[in-house]
Nanobody, 129 residues
């Protein structure tokens, strides 16, 4: 079982920036596509962004395009979600998730929850004035 460890998050004002981190201990994230999801109170968990094992063509939900950016630091074994110009509607618990793809068979990282077997613990992001 993969253990993902998240950090970052917090309470910020609209327009501010935050960076979320997702790392792992004891194994390399290079073999995993990483997805970022969020769940607001009373809502379904939704895909925000993902990055494939090849690091090419990250995918973003329409609601975050141009404001969120996903990246991978191989040396630190960490995937980041950089969020700028945050809005109140971005308030949610954010999760990273791992999709095992060591042979890089996927053409693109998946944005569907069902494709991910391992999840981080979640981190709260609150955007409020």
């Amino acid at each position: 079982q993969v253990t993902l460890i998240q950090s970052g998050g917090g309470l910020v004002q609209p327009g501010a920036s935050l960076r979320l981190s997702c790392t792992a201990s004891g194994f390399t994230l290079d073999d995993y596509g990483i997805g970022w999801f969020r769940q607001a109170p009373g809502k379904e968990r939704e895909g925000v962004s993902c990055i494939s094992t090849s690091d090419s063509d990250p995918i973003y939900a329409d609601s975050v395009k141009g404001r969120f950016s996903v990246s991978r630091d191989h040396a630190r074994n960490t995937v980041y979600l950089q969020m700028i110009n945050l809005r109140p509607e971005d308030t949610a618990v954010y999760y990273c998730a791992a999709d095992y793809d060591p042979l890089r068979l996927r053409d693109a990282c998946p944005m569907a929850r069902r494709e991910y077997d391992d999840w981080g613990q979640g981190t709260q992001v609150t955007v409020s004035s």
